[in-house]
C-alpha cells in the first residue's frame, strides 16, 4: 500500500455500500490475516453496539479474490457471520470495483499526496492518523 520509514504498510477497509461510508480501517506492517480479520471484527462489533446485530444473509461483502479474502480463516469468519461473499470467477472485476475505487483514491488522495507534500510517513501511527482523516473526509463530505 504505502511505506514510511520504518517499513512497509498495509491499509484494508470495511465499506458500508448502503450507508456509503468507511465503517472501519486497519494499518500494519504485515499482510497477514490480522489486516483483514480486524477490520471485519471492528465493524462486526460496531454493528451489535449500534443495535443492528447481522441477520445471517444480510450482508454481502465485496473483496477482492487475495488470499487473505479466500482464506480459510476469512471465510469461516464470514459464514460463522452470515455474510455472503460476492467474488465471481477469478478475472471478473465488477465484485470488487468499489473497494477498488476506496483504495486508489486512498494512494492517490492520501498516500501520495501527504508523501509528496510533507516527505514519508515515520511511523505507523503517522499511516494511521492520515488513515483516519481520510475516512473522516469520506465519509462528511
Not at 455500500?17 to 465503517?23: D, Q, R, V, Y
Not at 487475495?66 to 465484485?95: A, K, Q
Not at 483504495?103 to 501511527?125: D, N
Request: glycine share 8%; hydrophobic share 40%; charged share 20%.
Amino acid at each position: 500500500m504505502g511505506s514510511c520509514q520504518a517499513g512497509f504498510t498495509h491499509v484494508s477497509f470495511i465499506v458500508d455500500l448502503f450507508a456509503k461510508k468507511i465503517i472501519t480501517g486497519n494499518a500494519t506492517y504485515s499482510k497477514g490475516l490480522n489486516l483483514v480479520m480486524t477490520p471485519l471484527r471492528m465493524a462486526m462489533r460496531k454493528r451489535q453496539r449500534e443495535g443492528h446485530p447481522v441477520e445471517p444473509g444480510e450482508l454481502i461483502v465485496h473483496a477482492d479474490v487475495g488470499s487473505l479474502y479466500t482464506s480459510i480463516t476469512f471465510t469461516e469468519r464470514r459464514e460463522i457471520e452470515g455474510i455472503h461473499p460476492s467474488i465471481g470467477s477469478v478475472p471478473d472485476e465488477y465484485d470488487n470495483a468499489l473497494m477498488v475505487t476506496v483504495i486508489r483514491l486512498f494512494k492517490t488522495e492520501c498516500i501520495r499526496t501527504t508523501v509528496f507534500h510533507a516527505g514519508p510517513f515515520r511511523t505507523i501511527a503517522d499511516v494511521e492518523w492520515a488513515t483516519a482523516g481520510r475516512v473522516h473526509l469520506w465519509n462528511n463530505p
